[in-house]
Every structure is written in C-alpha cells, then in structure tokens.
C-alpha cells in the first residue's frame, strides 16, 4: 500500500462527503465524548436528536458532572444501554475532580477514566485534540478488514489489536482526526456490512480484498450466542389517581430506572392468579386484573416477553423502592423501552 496517497484520498473524500453532523461542528473533547459513548450501538440518525438535547441540558462538564442521576437518565430515555450514561457521569465526574475540569489528552490518562475504552480514547484524542491515536470499532475492522485482507476472526477481542497495530502504522500525522472519522465515514456510508459500494469507493485502488474479489467475504466473523428469553408479567396497579411505580436496583440491567411493577412468570399465569400472588405480595387487595397487551423486547444479550396487566390496588403496603404517582410525576421519571411500550398503550386506552 502506498500509504501517504492513501491517507490523501481518505481525507480528501471526507472533507467533500462528510455528512453534517452536530459533533462535527465543535472541536469540544467534552461533547466529542458524549458523542462517541452516544453512538455506540446506536444509528446515528436516533443519536442526533438526543444529542442536541443532552447538550443543551448539561452545555458544560461541570453542569453534567453536578447533574442528579434521575434528571440524567430522563435525558437518556430511549437510549437504552443506560450503563453508558451513569459511566459517562462517572468518568466527567473523575474529570472535574482531578483535571480541573480539563478532559486529559494522553491514552493512559483518559483510558482510566470510567467507561472509555480503548475506541473511545482513540476518538476523542484524535477528534478533539489532533493527536495520531488508533480509534478502532466495529465499523474499522470491517473496512481495514478488506483494504489491508486481514482474514482474522473479529469477534475474538485478541484480534482488535491486529487493527489497533493496523491504524497506528498507517494514521495520518498531519490530520489524524479527518483520518479517523474518514475510516468511520467509510464503513458506514460506502464500505458496508453487505453489498458494498466498491466502485463508489475513494480507496479502492488501495484495496487488497476488492483486487482479490473477496470484499463479500469479508470481515470473518462468528455468529453470537443465541440469546436468553424472559417471561414477564408488567402491572399497571392503579389507586385513584395514581399509578404504582418501583425504582430497580442500583445495579445490573436498567439500574435506577423506574417501571411498572414485573413478575416472572416460570408459566402461563390467569389474572386471578396475579390479583392473589400481588395480594398476598403488598399485603392489602389487588383485583380486575386484566390483560392489555403483549409485546416482546430484545437487549443485546436477553429478550423479555412481556404480558402487560392494567390491575386496581387497595390498602397496599408497598416497600421503600416503590410509590404512588400522579399521570404528571410518571412523565419526569425516568422509564426504559419497555415500559415505554407500556405506558403508551395505557395512554392510548386513557388510563394514565
């Protein structure tokens, strides 16, 4: 490969191509890595609208490092993969407290920070701050994959490292960043997962595998585990005006976000058998359960099929991890997806 001239037409195709994208107007490190956390395994079109928001509502590192976490997460909602907002406030936190504020330029001080790996390091020094790091994801590999023909297996997490050498030895010194975002640019509009578009290609002169007619069968990859699937029974239990809501625990799966009350089902359950396994459970009367919906909601490891309940509660003693809300306090909490999926077919039947 020649290796300046490739480099040349890289960035010479994004400074014409790049798509306009709101991270990309601002040389920011703190919004740069807001972007980057967003962007993980999310399409750019849904991080868009999300990102302006959160920006606007946390303009500054302190405003989000002073942020309380249940404001943060409403601002999150619908995100998903929520560990990356709490990460995030962790890692501006440490940033706050031991650099003055001041997002560090070197690997090994940002890489130590809560919730930046390797890809996230890499793309912030070199976005932000112009200093040749290796910033490689999923989207990378499959392109290096087929310009350099590595035939390595990228699921296996040992074989990152074989693309981190990759970029280091042939990154632009001159303009890492438009080099970077060049490769990231190149995966995801022209050099995608099926039928690239190789005669639409800045770099196919440079390209090992569409020389060799092997760009379809690349990057190798092994199929993932299937996943695991979950039964759930969701309660809507109403009491007057109210709605019964329970915060989750501060760990694990949609830690601290707030949902209808969930029951695992091990079998097909009756309503009736739900009003008196959540009588016996709040110790007061649950009754006219009755099912509204079903839906089936799918995480990167897990699924959840859930049968959704609307139910009346009286007399119930509820524990410290759940209360009564008001239609108008249920809109500030913040809710995941499926309960999301909940609560507007409750809304549509007028129910909260």
């Not at 890692?91 to 890809?119: F, M, Q, T, W």
Request: proline content about 6%.
């Amino acid at each position: 490969m020649d290796k300046l001239q490739f480099q040349k037409d890289l960035i010479g195709w994004f400074s014409e191509e790049k798509r306009d994208l709101p991270w990309r107007r601002t040389a920011d490190p703190y919004q740069i890595w807001i972007s980057e956390i967003m962007l993980q395994q999310t399409r750019v079109d849904t991080v868009i609208p999300y990102y302006k928001r959160f920006i606007e509502k946390f303009p500054t590192l302190h405003d989000l490092a002073a942020a309380d976490e249940e404001v943060l997460l409403k601002q999150w909602e619908g995100l998903g993969y929520y560990s990356r907002a709490r990460n995030l406030q962790a890692g501006v936190r440490e940033v706050a407290e031991n650099y003055g504020g001041i997002v560090p330029n070197s690997r090994k001080e940002i890489s130590a920070l809560k919730g930046v790996g390797p890809y996230t390091a890499g793309a912030v020094l070199s976005i932000a701050y112009g200093i040749p790091e290796h910033a490689v994801d999923g989207n990378v590999m499959r392109v290096l994959s087929r310009i350099l023909l590595i035939e390595e297996d990228i699921a296996k997490p040992k074989t990152r490292k074989i693309f981190e050498e990759a970029v280091t030895e042939i990154i632009s010194h001159e303009d890492p960043s438009s080099f970077n975002q060049g490769l990231m640019e190149l995966g995801a509009l022209i050099c995608t997962p099926t039928s690239p578009k190789c005669l639409l290609c800045p770099v196919r002169e440079h390209c090992a595998a569409f020389h060799e007619g092997k760009q379809q069968d690349l990057p190798i990859k092994t199929k993932a585990k299937k996943t695991k699937a979950m039964q759930y029974a969701m309660l809507a239990i109403r009491s007057g005006e109210t709605v019964l809501m329970e915060k989750r625990p501060e760990s694990g799966l949609l830690a601290n976000m707030w949902q209808f009350p969930m029951v695992e089902l091990t079998e097909e359950i009756l309503p009736v058998e739900i009003e008196e396994q959540l009588s016996e459970s709040f110790r007061g009367t649950v009754s006219n359960a009755e099912k509204i919906t079903s839906f089936k909601h799918v995480f990167s490891h897990l699924t959840w099929n859930v049968d959704g309940y609307i139910a009346n509660g009286e007399n119930l003693i509820v524990p410290p991890h759940m209360k009564w809300v008001t239609a108008e306090e249920l809109e500030l909490l913040p809710i995941s997806g499926p309960v999301q999926k909940m609560k507007t077919v409750l809304k549509q039947r007028g129910d909260v």
